[in-house]
Protein backbone atom coordinates (compact mmCIF):
# COMPACT_ATOMS: atom_id res chain seq x y z
CA UNK A 1 0.00 0.00 0.00
CA UNK A 2 1.30 3.67 -0.94
CA UNK A 3 0.12 6.84 -0.25
CA UNK A 4 -0.18 10.35 -1.98
CA UNK A 5 2.74 11.42 0.59
CA UNK A 6 5.16 8.52 0.26
CA UNK A 7 8.01 10.16 -1.35
CA UNK A 8 8.11 12.70 0.77
CA UNK A 9 8.91 10.86 3.74
CA UNK A 10 11.21 8.45 2.52
CA UNK A 11 13.55 11.76 1.56
CA UNK A 12 13.36 11.96 5.70
CA UNK A 13 14.71 8.59 5.45
CA UNK A 14 17.37 9.85 3.92
CA UNK A 15 17.92 13.06 5.33
CA UNK A 16 17.75 11.38 9.03
CA UNK A 17 21.63 11.00 10.43
CA UNK A 18 21.47 8.12 12.70
CA UNK A 19 23.32 7.76 15.97
CA UNK A 20 24.21 5.23 17.74
CA UNK A 21 21.62 3.71 20.12
CA UNK A 22 22.97 3.49 23.65
CA UNK A 23 20.80 1.96 26.55
CA UNK A 24 21.27 1.19 30.16
CA UNK A 25 20.88 -1.83 32.62
CA UNK A 26 17.12 -2.10 33.73
CA UNK A 27 18.42 -2.06 37.09
CA UNK A 28 19.63 1.92 36.75
CA UNK A 29 16.04 2.70 35.43
CA UNK A 30 15.27 5.47 37.47
CA UNK A 31 18.59 6.89 36.73
CA UNK A 32 19.83 6.73 33.73
CA UNK A 33 18.68 8.52 30.55
CA UNK A 34 19.97 7.62 26.92
CA UNK A 35 18.87 9.59 23.81
CA UNK A 36 19.34 8.89 20.33
CA UNK A 37 18.19 9.86 16.94
CA UNK A 38 17.40 7.63 13.91
CA UNK A 39 14.21 6.30 12.27
CA UNK A 40 11.12 4.17 14.10
CA UNK A 41 8.10 2.99 12.95
CA UNK A 42 4.39 2.26 14.20
CA UNK A 43 2.26 -0.33 15.82
CA UNK A 44 -0.82 -2.42 13.77
CA UNK A 45 -3.32 -4.78 14.67
CA UNK A 46 -3.72 -6.57 12.00
CA UNK A 47 -1.59 -9.74 10.28
CA UNK A 48 -2.93 -9.01 7.05
CA UNK A 49 -2.59 -5.54 6.25
CA UNK A 50 1.04 -3.21 5.97
CA UNK A 51 1.56 -1.48 8.90
CA UNK A 52 3.05 2.03 9.76
CA UNK A 53 6.51 0.21 10.85
CA UNK A 54 6.78 -2.30 8.48
CA UNK A 55 5.76 -0.16 5.16
CA UNK A 56 8.72 1.75 6.46
CA UNK A 57 10.77 -1.16 7.71
CA UNK A 58 13.92 -1.31 5.20
CA UNK A 59 14.39 2.10 5.07
CA UNK A 60 14.46 2.19 8.84
CA UNK A 61 17.73 -0.36 8.55
CA UNK A 62 18.95 1.39 5.40
CA UNK A 63 19.51 4.68 7.85
CA UNK A 64 19.85 2.91 11.16
CA UNK A 65 21.85 0.16 9.88
CA UNK A 66 20.50 -2.69 11.97
CA UNK A 67 20.77 -5.90 10.95
CA UNK A 68 18.39 -8.72 10.62
CA UNK A 69 19.18 -12.32 12.28
CA UNK A 70 17.96 -15.36 13.49
CA UNK A 71 17.62 -15.09 17.13
CA UNK A 72 15.66 -17.13 19.73
CA UNK A 73 13.47 -16.20 23.27
CA UNK A 74 12.02 -18.63 25.40
CA UNK A 75 9.25 -18.21 28.24
CA UNK A 76 11.51 -18.71 31.42
CA UNK A 77 9.48 -20.84 33.80
CA UNK A 78 9.79 -17.84 36.44
CA UNK A 79 7.54 -15.35 34.25
CA UNK A 80 5.11 -18.46 33.77
CA UNK A 81 4.21 -19.09 37.27
CA UNK A 82 3.91 -15.35 37.86
CA UNK A 83 0.52 -15.04 36.66
CA UNK A 84 -1.33 -18.13 37.80
CA UNK A 85 -4.51 -18.08 39.04
CA UNK A 86 -5.84 -15.05 37.08
CA UNK A 87 -8.51 -14.69 34.43
CA UNK A 88 -6.30 -12.05 31.91
CA UNK A 89 -8.08 -10.68 28.97
CA UNK A 90 -6.06 -9.57 26.26
CA UNK A 91 -7.98 -6.93 23.71
CA UNK A 92 -6.79 -7.28 20.15
CA UNK A 93 -6.03 -11.26 20.38
CA UNK A 94 -5.58 -11.54 16.70
CA UNK A 95 -2.98 -8.09 16.01
CA UNK A 96 0.57 -9.85 15.26
CA UNK A 97 1.28 -8.51 19.25
CA UNK A 98 -1.79 -9.61 21.14
CA UNK A 99 -1.40 -13.41 19.41
CA UNK A 100 2.10 -13.12 20.84
CA UNK A 101 1.20 -12.32 24.02
CA UNK A 102 -2.05 -14.57 24.05
CA UNK A 103 0.39 -17.38 22.79
CA UNK A 104 2.33 -17.05 25.89
CA UNK A 105 -0.35 -16.68 28.43
CA UNK A 106 -1.82 -20.01 26.88
CA UNK A 107 1.94 -21.63 28.59
CA UNK A 108 1.06 -20.60 31.85
CA UNK A 109 -0.77 -23.49 33.92
CA UNK A 110 -3.85 -22.63 36.06
CA UNK A 111 -4.53 -19.35 34.47
CA UNK A 112 -8.09 -18.84 32.33
CA UNK A 113 -7.02 -16.37 29.11
CA UNK A 114 -9.84 -14.63 27.11
CA UNK A 115 -8.79 -13.21 23.82
CA UNK A 116 -10.42 -10.39 23.04
CA UNK A 117 -11.84 -10.37 19.30
CA UNK A 118 -14.16 -8.45 16.66
CA UNK A 119 -15.36 -11.77 15.16
CA UNK A 120 -14.87 -15.19 16.96
CA UNK A 121 -16.01 -17.59 14.40
CA UNK A 122 -13.07 -15.41 11.86
CA UNK A 123 -10.59 -15.49 14.73
CA UNK A 124 -10.60 -18.99 15.71
CA UNK A 125 -9.61 -19.90 12.43
CA UNK A 126 -7.33 -17.22 11.76
CA UNK A 127 -5.58 -17.58 15.18
CA UNK A 128 -5.49 -21.27 14.71
CA UNK A 129 -3.40 -21.36 11.25
CA UNK A 130 -0.01 -20.75 10.78
CA UNK A 131 1.00 -18.59 7.92
CA UNK A 132 3.61 -16.82 5.44
CA UNK A 133 2.27 -12.64 4.77
CA UNK A 134 4.57 -10.14 2.87
CA UNK A 135 3.80 -6.31 4.66
CA UNK A 136 5.69 -4.15 2.46
CA UNK A 137 8.89 -4.94 1.94
CA UNK A 138 9.31 -7.68 4.65
CA UNK A 139 7.86 -11.15 4.42
CA UNK A 140 6.81 -12.19 8.19
CA UNK A 141 5.98 -15.94 9.81
CA UNK A 142 2.53 -15.62 11.38
CA UNK A 143 2.32 -18.21 14.20
CA UNK A 144 -0.53 -20.19 15.12
CA UNK A 145 -2.02 -20.35 18.75
CA UNK A 146 -3.78 -23.07 20.43
CA UNK A 147 -7.08 -21.75 20.51
CA UNK A 148 -7.90 -24.79 22.94
CA UNK A 149 -7.02 -23.27 25.83
CA UNK A 150 -8.47 -19.87 25.17
CA UNK A 151 -11.79 -18.85 25.22
CA UNK A 152 -12.70 -16.04 22.61
CA UNK A 153 -15.28 -13.60 23.30
CA UNK A 154 -16.11 -10.48 21.24
CA UNK A 155 -14.59 -6.94 22.03
CA UNK A 156 -15.45 -4.41 19.12
CA UNK A 157 -14.11 -1.41 20.80
CA UNK A 158 -15.75 0.82 17.60
CA UNK A 159 -19.19 -0.96 17.81
CA UNK A 160 -19.66 -2.08 21.41
CA UNK A 161 -20.90 -0.47 24.33
CA UNK A 162 -18.75 0.04 27.55
CA UNK A 163 -21.32 -2.26 28.70
CA UNK A 164 -20.63 -5.08 26.24
CA UNK A 165 -17.57 -4.82 26.41
CA UNK A 166 -17.22 -4.89 30.55
CA UNK A 167 -19.90 -7.67 30.35
CA UNK A 168 -17.16 -9.91 28.00
CA UNK A 169 -14.21 -8.95 30.70
CA UNK A 170 -16.39 -10.01 33.19
CA UNK A 171 -14.32 -11.65 36.34
CA UNK A 172 -11.12 -10.62 34.49
CA UNK A 173 -8.24 -9.75 37.44
CA UNK A 174 -6.33 -8.20 34.48
CA UNK A 175 -6.23 -6.96 30.79
CA UNK A 176 -3.55 -6.01 28.01
CA UNK A 177 -4.46 -3.74 25.56
CA UNK A 178 -2.78 -4.74 22.33
CA UNK A 179 -5.22 -3.17 19.36
CA UNK A 180 -4.06 -0.66 17.09
CA UNK A 181 -5.91 1.14 13.96
CA UNK A 182 -5.66 -0.48 10.75
CA UNK A 183 -3.97 2.31 7.82
CA UNK A 184 -6.21 2.28 4.92
CA UNK A 185 -8.16 5.12 2.43
CA UNK A 186 -5.59 8.21 3.34
CA UNK A 187 -8.80 10.36 3.76
CA UNK A 188 -10.11 8.19 6.51
CA UNK A 189 -7.02 7.74 8.84
CA UNK A 190 -7.57 9.91 10.75
CA UNK A 191 -10.78 9.43 11.83
CA UNK A 192 -9.92 5.63 12.42
CA UNK A 193 -6.35 6.11 14.71
CA UNK A 194 -9.20 8.79 16.55
CA UNK A 195 -11.82 5.60 17.10
CA UNK A 196 -9.32 2.74 18.07
CA UNK A 197 -6.31 4.63 19.68
CA UNK A 198 -8.05 6.52 21.65
CA UNK A 199 -11.76 6.64 22.16
CA UNK A 200 -11.70 2.73 21.54
CA UNK A 201 -9.15 1.87 23.92
CA UNK A 202 -10.57 4.78 26.46
CA UNK A 203 -13.88 2.62 26.40
CA UNK A 204 -11.89 -0.52 27.27
CA UNK A 205 -9.93 1.27 30.17
CA UNK A 206 -13.65 2.36 31.22
CA UNK A 207 -15.04 -0.99 30.70
CA UNK A 208 -12.42 -2.82 33.27
CA UNK A 209 -13.19 -0.24 35.96
CA UNK A 210 -17.02 -1.30 35.07
CA UNK A 211 -16.23 -4.91 35.76
CA UNK A 212 -14.59 -3.78 39.57
CA UNK A 213 -12.73 -6.93 39.07
CA UNK A 214 -9.99 -5.80 36.73
CA UNK A 215 -6.71 -4.82 38.97
CA UNK A 216 -4.49 -4.80 36.50
CA UNK A 217 -3.55 -3.17 33.11
CA UNK A 218 -1.18 -3.49 30.60
CA UNK A 219 -1.01 -1.25 27.47
CA UNK A 220 0.83 -1.51 24.09
CA UNK A 221 1.76 2.00 22.98
CA UNK A 222 5.02 3.12 21.24
CA UNK A 223 8.05 5.43 22.00
CA UNK A 224 7.80 8.74 21.08
CA UNK A 225 4.07 8.67 21.76
CA UNK A 226 4.60 11.99 24.40
CA UNK A 227 7.49 13.54 21.47
CA UNK A 228 6.02 16.49 21.01
CA UNK A 229 6.09 17.25 24.51
CA UNK A 230 9.96 16.30 24.67
CA UNK A 231 11.38 18.06 21.97
CA UNK A 232 10.92 15.22 18.74
CA UNK A 233 8.23 16.62 17.18
CA UNK A 234 9.93 17.46 13.94
CA UNK A 235 12.34 14.12 14.97
CA UNK A 236 12.07 11.60 11.67
CA UNK A 237 10.41 9.19 13.61
CA UNK A 238 7.21 11.33 14.90
CA UNK A 239 6.99 13.00 11.66
CA UNK A 240 6.77 9.70 9.99
CA UNK A 241 4.58 7.65 12.55
CA UNK A 242 2.47 10.02 12.99
CA UNK A 243 1.82 11.15 9.24
CA UNK A 244 -0.20 7.83 9.39
CA UNK A 245 -3.92 9.38 11.40
CA UNK A 246 -1.64 11.38 13.98
CA UNK A 247 -1.44 7.75 15.56
CA UNK A 248 0.89 8.98 17.97
CA UNK A 249 -1.18 12.17 19.73
CA UNK A 250 -4.35 9.74 19.23
CA UNK A 251 -2.31 6.96 21.94
CA UNK A 252 -0.72 10.13 24.23
CA UNK A 253 -4.43 10.62 25.18
CA UNK A 254 -5.70 7.27 25.99
CA UNK A 255 -2.15 6.48 27.60
CA UNK A 256 -2.94 9.90 29.93
CA UNK A 257 -6.93 8.58 30.61
CA UNK A 258 -5.14 5.40 31.46
CA UNK A 259 -3.16 7.14 34.00
CA UNK A 260 -5.77 8.48 35.36
CA UNK A 261 -7.97 5.62 35.49
CA UNK A 262 -6.99 4.17 39.11
CA UNK A 263 -6.01 0.81 38.53
CA UNK A 264 -2.24 -0.24 38.16
CA UNK A 265 -0.93 0.12 35.33
CA UNK A 266 2.37 -0.57 32.97
CA UNK A 267 2.26 1.63 29.81
CA UNK A 268 4.78 -0.72 27.58
CA UNK A 269 6.04 1.33 25.01
CA UNK A 270 7.75 -0.62 22.31
CA UNK A 271 10.60 0.30 19.58
CA UNK A 272 9.69 -0.44 15.80
CA UNK A 273 8.41 -3.53 15.54
CA UNK A 274 9.83 -6.54 13.91
CA UNK A 275 7.89 -10.34 13.46
CA UNK A 276 11.57 -12.08 13.52
CA UNK A 277 13.22 -13.71 16.74
CA UNK A 278 14.76 -11.22 18.81
CA UNK A 279 18.92 -10.57 17.82
CA UNK A 280 19.44 -8.55 20.40
CA UNK A 281 19.11 -8.21 24.17
CA UNK A 282 16.42 -6.70 25.36
CA UNK A 283 16.59 -2.65 26.65
CA UNK A 284 14.92 -0.88 29.17
CA UNK A 285 14.61 2.61 29.07
CA UNK A 286 12.85 5.60 31.39
CA UNK A 287 9.89 7.31 29.75
CA UNK A 288 10.50 9.87 27.05
CA UNK A 289 14.03 8.82 26.19
CA UNK A 290 14.01 6.86 23.45
CA UNK A 291 13.61 8.18 19.44
CA UNK A 292 15.15 4.75 17.74
CA UNK A 293 15.14 1.04 17.65
CA UNK A 294 13.44 -1.71 17.03
CA UNK A 295 12.19 -4.76 19.10
CA UNK A 296 10.90 -8.41 18.37
CA UNK A 297 7.46 -8.71 19.06
CA UNK A 298 8.22 -11.81 20.51
CA UNK A 299 10.08 -9.94 23.27
CA UNK A 300 7.21 -7.51 23.50
CA UNK A 301 5.04 -10.39 24.67
CA UNK A 302 7.43 -11.31 27.42
CA UNK A 303 7.17 -7.70 28.71
CA UNK A 304 3.67 -7.55 28.71
CA UNK A 305 3.15 -10.61 30.54
CA UNK A 306 6.12 -9.82 33.10
CA UNK A 307 3.98 -7.02 33.78
CA UNK A 308 1.14 -8.33 34.77
CA UNK A 309 2.41 -9.46 37.54
CA UNK A 310 5.80 -7.83 38.51
CA UNK A 311 5.37 -5.28 40.87
CA UNK A 312 8.09 -3.28 40.20
CA UNK A 313 6.22 -2.18 36.69
CA UNK A 314 3.79 -0.43 39.08
CA UNK A 315 2.18 2.91 37.21
CA UNK A 316 5.30 2.65 35.11
CA UNK A 317 6.37 3.58 31.51
CA UNK A 318 8.73 1.25 29.98
CA UNK A 319 10.44 2.27 26.95
CA UNK A 320 11.96 -0.90 25.25
CA UNK A 321 14.06 -2.06 22.21
CA UNK A 322 16.55 -3.93 21.89
CA UNK A 323 20.35 -4.09 21.96
CA UNK A 324 21.88 -5.12 18.63
CA UNK A 325 25.08 -5.69 19.85
CA UNK A 326 24.18 -7.99 22.59
CA UNK A 327 23.41 -11.19 21.66
CA UNK A 328 19.60 -11.90 22.81
CA UNK A 329 18.90 -13.91 25.99
CA UNK A 330 16.04 -16.28 27.45
CA UNK A 331 13.84 -13.77 29.30
CA UNK A 332 13.76 -14.43 32.78
CA UNK A 333 11.84 -11.98 34.31
CA UNK A 334 12.23 -7.90 34.53
CA UNK A 335 15.23 -6.92 36.39
CA UNK A 336 14.45 -3.30 37.22
Not at 76 to 92: F, L, M, W, Y
Request: a neutral charge; aromatic letters at 4%.
Amino acid sequence: MMFASSSSIFCLFSAALANPISAFAPAALQNSIHRSSAIFLSENNNENVVDRRDAFAQATKLVAGVAMASGAFGLAPSTANAAEGTKIVVAGATGQTGRRVLEQLTKVGNLEVIGGVRNVEKATVTLGESSTVVRGAMVQNVPSVDTSAVNLKRLDVIEDSVDDLAASMEGATALVIAIGFIPGNPLKMNAAAHAVDNVGTIKLIDAAKKTGSVKKIVMVSSILTNGRNWGQEKSPGFVITNVFGNALDEKLVAENYLRKSGIDYTIVRPGGLKSKPATGALKISGEDTLNSGEISRDLVAEVCVASLTDAKTKNQVLEIIEDEGTPPKVFNGLNM
